[in-house]
């Protein structure tokens, strides 16, 4: 593992004279770790800026400048909300001989053959893990070939990340990294969405309206009931007079 170099000095100056610092082109830090005592130093911006780029939170820096050399990690880093410039630096004091854990990102490698046939999307997941192992031994990233995915739904898991020797993944190995993703394009929405409005338009409607001039159906007649008699003729006066 390639060790980084980072001189550095004492530092007293605390509170509002810390931007007095900065104006100067110097970044506050603090030194902390087992066993030792905190200790407030400054680092030259630029030449951070350039060492915090190639090594990131996992690659060795050896701090000198500031009693003997030691070996720490960027452990933390503090930026402006607004303007990202950088405020504060935490540097970890680290035993060689002894583990430490810490999060390391992971690289994909390899082509995704549903990305490149446009049948679907690549998916991250997971940016990074935590591993453990000695400082020595950290790698500055994790990779994971992706080129095996082949269909969408297919993922790849923590599991199937290539570890070196010396390091131990921490996070569960059932989480999932990357996953392929269904990919519709527009002139997919734009097709489905003729063919639905064909369909719509191809389909009968529920009640057809009556042909102009038909006659609608006769209602049944409802049988009346006559009162008996009703049918018999009404007699004349000659029978009416005989009657009598």
Do not use: C
């Amino acid at each position: 593992m390639k060790k980084h170099t980072l001189s550095g000095t004492s530092r007293k100056a605390t509170g509002r004279k810390v931007k007095q610092l900065r104006a100067a082109g110097q970044l506050p830090g603090t030194v902390y770790g087992k066993k030792i005592k905190s200790e407030s130093i400054t680092v030259a911006k630029a030449d951070f800026e350039s060492v915090w780029h190639k090594a990131g939170e996992t690659g060795l820096v050896e701090l000198t400048g500031v009693g003997t050399p030691r070996s720490v990690l960027i452990h933390s880093v503090q930026l402006h909300p607004v303007t990202r410039a950088l405020l504060h630096v935490e540097f970890f004091q680290v035993d060689l001989k002894e583990k430490v854990k810490t999060r390391v990102p992971i690289v994909l490698t390899g082509e995704v053959a549903a990305v490149r046939e446009k049948t679907g999307v690549l998916l991250k997941v997971l940016d990074e893990v935590e591993v453990e192992a000695l400082p020595t031994d950290l790698p500055e990233h994790l990779s994971l070939d992706v080129g095996v995915l082949k269909e969408v739904n297919q993922e790849l898991k923590v599991s199937d990340i290539t570890v070196p020797k010396g390091v131990t993944i921490l996070a569960d190995g059932g989480l999932t990294v990357v996953k392929i993703g269904s990919l519709v394009s527009r002139e997919a929405e734009a097709q489905a969405a003729e063919e639905a409005a064909a369909a719509a338009a191809a389909a009968p409607t529920e009640t057809a309206p009556a042909a102009e001039g038909a006659a609608a159906p006769a209602e049944e007649k409802k049988e009346e009931t006559k009162p008996a008699g009703a049918d018999k003729p009404a007699p004349t006066p000659a029978e009416e007079k005989k009657e009598a």
